[in-house]
């Protein structure tokens, strides 16, 4: 016979009550209990994901993958937010209520300029966007965030890394930072344009990005630098790399990623672009790829 509705609530009861009694109950469990999840996941966040994004990417371009799955903006938003979660996870002990203020600010601005470029051309350049990227609301796609600050932050960890005591002079610094955002746009556009990411209808003359596009960013790189550069400690930024291993992967990813789509449609500058950021992580001993077995591993 069948329990009694009694009983099947008895049941469904304890078992909610076991998984809120599994469930972190504060912020610095969550934190380890997230830290370990991708500490544990590393080479299939950070070398199986863009591996795959490329495949799944190019396949679209080229006509080969079927709809829905072609440009799927929800699947596009999934893998980029787990590519970006080792810099999220690594972060998240660091930012106080000042961070939090700093990237809030920065992304209001992101929203705010790209209305604007959207809207009026200014300050990148007339484009539109060419395939789904997720959700939008007034021409703009919610994901943005993910898509933009996370390119800033990478910059700005890589930089204090390399400029060593260099990084204490504020001018060195916010500089390094700026000239390193643009330098990964460089990588980042000429391949989001080839997939048709986004298009600007007058072409452009670095593979089809105008020049407007830097000048813009040029803006964009300085206003997200100060923002990142006021909102959190320089000191706390170092102690959290030195203690995080795993806090550049998501830089390791974007190099992969961006550095294989560019190679693909013969866009040789940003491809150079994007082996100089995998020099740089080498030269930080952030990532390496040792061959045991036959298996790529991360180092742990």
């Known amino acids: 016979m069948p329990d009694p509705p009694e009983s099947r609530e008895s049941v469904d009861s304890s078992r909610l009550g076991s998984l809120r009694a599994g469930l972190p109950r504060f912020r610095a469990e969550w934190e380890r209990r997230l830290e370990r999840l991708v500490r544990e996941n ?84 007339d484009f539109f966007y060419g395939v789904d990227l997720g959700p939008i609301v007034a021409g703009v796609p919610l994901g943005l965030p993910i898509f933009f600050i996370p390119l800033v932050m990478n ?40 997939l048709g990411f986004w298009v600007y209808p007058s072409g452009g003359a670095f593979y089809g990005v105008p020049l407007s596009n830097y000048a813009g960013w ?40 961006w550095g294989g789509i560019n190679a693909w449609f013969g866009n040789w500058i940003p491809v150079a672009g994007a082996v100089l950021f995998g020099l740089g992580l080498l030269r930080t001993d952030r990532f390496d790829m040792p061959l045991s077995g036959g298996l790529a591993t991360l180092r742990r």
């Open 42 to 125: 590393r080479f299939t966040i950070s070398v199986f994901f863009p591996l795959n994004g490329i495949v799944l990417l190019l396949a679209s371009a080229e006509g080969v993958l079927p709809e829905p799955l072609a440009f799927n903006g929800l699947l596009i938003l999934l893998g980029t937010a787990v590519m970006r979660s080792p810099l999220v996870v690594g972060v998240l002990p660091i930012t106080d209520r000042r961070a939090a203020a700093g990237v809030g600010a920065l992304t209001l601005y992101a929203y705010g300029i790209e209305y604007l470029g959207v809207h009026t051309g200014i300050p990148y350049g």
């Open 155 to 194: 910059s700005y960890l890589l930089c204090l890394l390399l400029l060593g005591e260099r990084a204490a002079r504020t001018g060195v610094r916010l500089a390094a930072v700026i000239a390193a955002v643009l330098a990964m746009d460089v990588v980042l556009d000429p391949g989001a344009v080839a």
């Open 218 to 257: 040029v803006l964009s790189a300085t206003v997200a630098t100060l923002a990142l550069d006021w909102g959190y400690d320089r000191r706390a930024l170092l102690n959290r790399l030195a203690d995080c291993e795993f806090l550049l992967d998501d830089l390791v990813s974007f190099v992969i990623l």
